[in-house]
């Protein structure tokens, strides 16, 4: 966690620096140093501020999943709250929102996934993550299906998500948001069917 006084200019810059030299160099290859260099800074301000490069990538990610929950909240508001389609698909359109594809963005989502698993506090960050996102597909969802039904498609959703991600991650093209989506909708529209008709 960032110590307090750390100067909100900074912050922004050691965030981006660090997300794009996990881009270059992946994050075994992510040093203090490159990081410190890519941003401009010495290498004692991020010890400093962020006892090192756990540290720093700790607040990487709360700031990546702050852009989701503003992204998300910006979704939702576009749509009308008696909409439970048009509402899973903006939940699911935030997933998929501009700066979530990025390709520096979508590599330190696939950096900090894979260190989740080692990691405690990179682990809870994870599983709020994946609370967060069923408990909203889950609400919606339950305005038109049974309890249970809701929490199978919220858990499909989430997986198609997850999915399409990694996929998209491992692809040259990277991830397509569009196509995201549209296999997403097609999925939603089929599960929500026999309860809308």
Same mark, same amino acid.
Do not use: C
């Given at each position: 966690?960032?110590?307090?006084?750390?100067?909100?200019?900074?912050?922004?810059?050691?965030?981006?620096?660090?997300?794009?030299?996990?881009?270059?160099?992946?994050?075994?290859?992510?040093?203090?140093?490159?990081?410190?260099?890519?941003?401009?800074?010495?290498?004692?301000?991020?010890?400093?501020?962020?006892?090192?490069?756990?540290?720093?990538?700790?607040?990487?990610?709360?700031?990546? *999943?702050?852009?989701?929950?503003?992204?998300?909240?910006?979704?939702?508001?576009?749509?009308?709250?008696?909409?439970?389609?048009?509402?899973?698909?903006?939940?699911? &359109? &935030?997933?998929?929102?501009?700066?979530?594809?990025?390709?520096?963005?979508?590599?330190?989502?696939?950096?900090?996934?894979?260190?989740?698993?080692?990691?405690?506090?990179?682990?809870?960050?994870?599983?709020?993550?994946?609370?967060?996102?069923?408990?909203?597909?889950?609400?919606?969802?339950?305005?038109?299906?049974?309890?249970?039904?809701? *929490?199978?498609?919220?858990?499909?959703?989430?997986?198609?998500?997850?999915?399409?991600?990694?996929?998209?991650?491992?692809?040259?093209?990277?991830?397509? &948001?569009?196509?995201?989506?549209?296999?997403?909708?097609?999925?939603?529209?089929?599960?929500?069917?026999?309860?809308?008709?």
């Amino acid at each position: 966690m960032p110590k307090v006084g750390m100067p909100e200019i900074r912050r922004p810059q050691l965030v981006d620096a660090t997300m794009a030299v996990i881009n270059d160099v992946g994050l075994s290859g992510a040093s203090v140093t490159l990081i410190s260099k890519k941003a401009g800074v010495s290498s004692g301000i991020i010890h400093h501020y962020f006892g090192g490069k756990h540290g720093l990538l700790e607040e990487t990610m709360r700031t990546v *999943l702050r852009q989701l929950s503003t992204a998300s909240i910006e979704h939702l508001r576009a749509v009308d709250p008696n909409n439970v389609t048009a509402r899973v698909k903006a939940i699911v &359109a &935030a997933n998929f929102d501009g700066y979530q594809v990025e390709g520096k963005v979508v590599k330190t989502w696939l950096a900090f996934w894979a260190q989740a698993m080692h990691d405690g506090s990179l682990h809870r960050l994870q599983r709020v993550n994946e609370r967060r996102l069923l408990s909203h597909l889950r609400y919606e969802l339950k305005q038109v299906l049974p309890a249970d039904q809701a *929490l199978f498609v919220a858990q499909g959703i989430a997986a198609l998500i997850d999915g399409i991600w990694l996929r998209g991650a491992l692809n040259p093209d990277g991830i397509s &948001a569009e196509k995201a989506q549209a296999l997403i909708a097609d999925y939603l529209e089929k599960q929500l069917a026999p309860y809308l008709s």
